[in-house]
C-alpha cells in the first residue's frame, strides 16, 4: 500500500480497516486535551467505561508499528487503541470526515 507522504510531517493517527482498530498517538490524544482543557486521564477511563478502548494488545502501555502494511517510516510509537466497530456504532449518527491539514 502505497501512502503518499509530501503532507506527512508528524503521524496522529491510523484506522486499521483490517484490524478493526483507530490507532491514535498517545502524545497526539494529549496534545489535544491539553488544547481543549480536557483531563487525558478523565476521558480516557470514559474511552475505557464505554467499551471504546481495545483492539490492539498491549497498546498505550507497548509500542505498536502505527503504519504497518504501509510505506510510511515504521518506527513505533506509543497508541491509544480504540475499538473501530465500537467507535462507528456508537457515534457513526454525529461524525463527519473533515479533509485538510491539522
Known amino acids: 500500500f502505497e501512502v503518499d507522504t509530501r503532507e506527512v510531517r508528524e503521524p496522529i493517527a491510523r484506522i486499521a480497516n483490517k484490524d478493526k482498530v483507530i490507532l491514535v498517538t498517545t502524545k497526539y490524544f494529549n496534545d ?10 478523565w476521558f480516557r477511563d470514559e474511552l475505557d467505561k464505554r467499551g471504546l478502548l481495545g483492539g490492539v494488545k498491549g497498546a498505550g502501555d ?12 515504521n518506527h513505533q510509537q506509543r497508541c491509544l487503541a480504540l475499538d473501530y466497530d465500537m467507535l462507528m456504532t456508537q457515534a457513526a449518527p454525529a461524525l463527519k470526515v473533515v479533509g485538510g491539514k491539522r
Request: proline letters at 5%.
Open 32 to 41: 489535544w486535551c491539553s488544547e481543549h482543557s480536557v483531563a487525558a486521564k
Open 62 to 73: 507497548d509500542r505498536v508499528r502505527l503504519f504497518k502494511g504501509t510505506s510510511l517510516p
